[in-house]
């Protein structure tokens, strides 16, 4: 059986969509990086390490749906942001469109509260 963490480095780490343009995302938010509660959380090597590489309408939504700090203290791992409710619904959407389509994205809800 395959090792669910390996993936094909043409595919969007969170979607696995192949065939879309990738961007790089900080798993620990660079603005975060110097924050004492964060500094103590992550060993410094994990600042510039951890990285994955995600199709623009997946990193837009991450961003759109979670804070900095939510993702530097709770959603610094693939398989965490998978998880988050919000994500996986986009994710189950977005798995289904072809790597040429247009994907718009809005913050969530919450996101617009605040």
Known sequence: ???PHDHDPHACELCARVGV???KHHLIPVARHNKPRTRRQHDKADFHTRVAWLCSPCHKTVHATLSEQELAEHYH???RLQ???DIARFLAFVRKQPPDAHVA??????RRRA
């Open 1 to 3: 059986m395959p090792d």
């Open 21 to 23: 343009r990738l961007t």
């Open 77 to 79: 791992t693939i398989d």
């Open 83 to 85: 998880a988050h409710p």
């Open 105 to 110: 994205v809005r913050a969530s809800k919450r």
